[in-house]
Protein backbone atom coordinates (compact mmCIF):
# COMPACT_ATOMS: atom_id res chain seq x y z
CA UNK A 1 0.00 0.00 0.00
CA UNK A 2 2.72 2.43 0.47
CA UNK A 3 6.48 2.09 -0.42
CA UNK A 4 9.43 4.08 1.05
CA UNK A 5 12.43 4.39 -1.16
CA UNK A 6 15.54 5.54 0.28
CA UNK A 7 18.82 7.15 -1.31
CA UNK A 8 21.97 8.99 -0.45
CA UNK A 9 23.59 6.98 2.26
CA UNK A 10 27.28 5.96 1.27
CA UNK A 11 31.13 6.53 2.36
CA UNK A 12 32.08 9.63 3.85
CA UNK A 13 35.32 10.80 5.96
CA UNK A 14 35.01 12.19 9.14
CA UNK A 15 33.51 15.82 9.16
CA UNK A 16 32.16 15.50 6.49
CA UNK A 17 28.28 15.53 5.20
CA UNK A 18 25.49 12.95 3.33
CA UNK A 19 22.22 13.77 2.66
CA UNK A 20 19.74 10.78 2.80
CA UNK A 21 15.95 10.85 1.00
CA UNK A 22 13.19 8.80 1.84
CA UNK A 23 9.94 8.79 -0.86
CA UNK A 24 6.76 7.81 0.34
CA UNK A 25 4.03 6.33 -2.34
CA UNK A 26 1.42 4.63 -2.46
CA UNK A 27 -2.21 4.95 -1.48
CA UNK A 28 -1.70 7.32 1.16
CA UNK A 29 -4.66 9.47 3.11
CA UNK A 30 -2.47 11.15 5.71
CA UNK A 31 1.16 10.92 6.76
CA UNK A 32 1.23 11.70 10.56
CA UNK A 33 5.38 11.70 10.63
CA UNK A 34 8.30 11.06 8.89
CA UNK A 35 11.22 10.25 10.27
CA UNK A 36 14.76 8.41 10.61
CA UNK A 37 16.28 5.65 12.61
CA UNK A 38 19.75 3.85 12.82
CA UNK A 39 21.22 0.58 13.94
CA UNK A 40 24.28 -1.24 14.25
CA UNK A 41 25.27 -4.65 14.68
CA UNK A 42 24.42 -6.40 17.71
CA UNK A 43 22.12 -2.80 18.96
CA UNK A 44 19.00 -1.47 18.56
CA UNK A 45 17.35 0.67 16.29
CA UNK A 46 17.30 3.88 17.61
CA UNK A 47 15.81 7.00 16.66
CA UNK A 48 17.73 9.84 15.16
CA UNK A 49 15.31 12.70 13.68
CA UNK A 50 11.52 12.71 13.50
CA UNK A 51 9.26 15.49 11.37
CA UNK A 52 5.20 15.68 12.60
CA UNK A 53 3.02 16.81 9.78
CA UNK A 54 2.68 19.98 11.56
CA UNK A 55 6.63 20.50 10.87
CA UNK A 56 7.91 19.86 14.42
CA UNK A 57 10.92 18.11 14.55
CA UNK A 58 12.80 16.20 17.19
CA UNK A 59 16.29 14.55 17.71
CA UNK A 60 18.77 12.42 19.26
CA UNK A 61 21.09 13.91 21.27
CA UNK A 62 23.47 12.31 19.71
CA UNK A 63 21.97 14.18 16.40
CA UNK A 64 21.14 17.67 17.77
CA UNK A 65 23.24 20.42 16.44
CA UNK A 66 24.83 18.31 13.45
CA UNK A 67 22.11 17.11 11.38
CA UNK A 68 18.54 18.38 10.28
CA UNK A 69 15.91 16.85 8.90
CA UNK A 70 12.81 18.35 6.51
CA UNK A 71 10.28 17.54 4.88
CA UNK A 72 9.18 18.22 1.71
CA UNK A 73 4.92 17.77 1.98
CA UNK A 74 4.27 17.86 -1.70
CA UNK A 75 6.41 15.10 -2.76
CA UNK A 76 5.68 13.18 0.89
CA UNK A 77 9.60 13.28 1.00
CA UNK A 78 11.81 13.59 3.58
CA UNK A 79 15.42 14.63 3.98
CA UNK A 80 18.48 14.13 6.82
CA UNK A 81 20.86 16.41 6.64
CA UNK A 82 23.94 15.20 8.27
CA UNK A 83 26.93 16.82 8.87
CA UNK A 84 30.00 17.29 10.83
CA UNK A 85 29.87 13.26 10.55
CA UNK A 86 31.72 11.06 13.30
CA UNK A 87 32.94 7.26 12.94
CA UNK A 88 30.56 6.75 15.51
CA UNK A 89 27.08 7.82 12.95
CA UNK A 90 28.25 4.50 11.34
CA UNK A 91 24.88 2.62 10.96
CA UNK A 92 22.64 1.76 8.30
CA UNK A 93 19.70 4.28 8.36
CA UNK A 94 16.20 3.54 7.73
CA UNK A 95 13.24 5.26 6.56
CA UNK A 96 10.19 5.48 9.40
CA UNK A 97 7.03 6.85 8.32
CA UNK A 98 3.63 6.89 10.31
CA UNK A 99 0.67 7.24 7.66
CA UNK A 100 -2.95 6.71 7.48
CA UNK A 101 -3.82 4.68 3.89
CA UNK A 102 -6.55 5.26 2.01
CA UNK A 103 -8.56 1.92 3.20
CA UNK A 104 -7.79 2.18 6.85
CA UNK A 105 -8.80 4.62 9.79
CA UNK A 106 -5.74 4.36 11.82
CA UNK A 107 -2.41 5.09 11.29
CA UNK A 108 -0.03 2.49 9.73
CA UNK A 109 3.62 2.24 10.51
CA UNK A 110 6.27 1.74 7.73
CA UNK A 111 10.26 1.17 7.19
CA UNK A 112 12.19 1.59 4.50
CA UNK A 113 14.66 -0.76 3.48
CA UNK A 114 17.74 1.02 5.14
CA UNK A 115 20.94 2.52 3.23
CA UNK A 116 24.41 1.99 4.77
CA UNK A 117 25.88 4.74 5.84
CA UNK A 118 30.09 4.49 6.76
CA UNK A 119 32.17 7.60 8.38
CA UNK A 120 35.99 6.51 7.76
CA UNK A 121 38.50 8.64 10.10
Same mark, same amino acid.
Given at each position: ????????????? &?????? @?? $?? &???? /?? #? /?? %???????? *?? +???????? /??????? +????????? %?????? %??????? @?????? #? *???????? $???? &?? *? %? +???????????????????
Amino acid at each position: QVQLVESGGGLVQ &AGGSLR @LS $CA &ASGR /IY #K /IH %FMGWYRQT *PG +NQRESVAR /ITSSGST +NYADSAKGR %FTISRD %FAKNTVY @LQMDSL #K *PEDTAVYY $CNVV &AT *P %F +NADYGVEYWGEGTLVTVSL
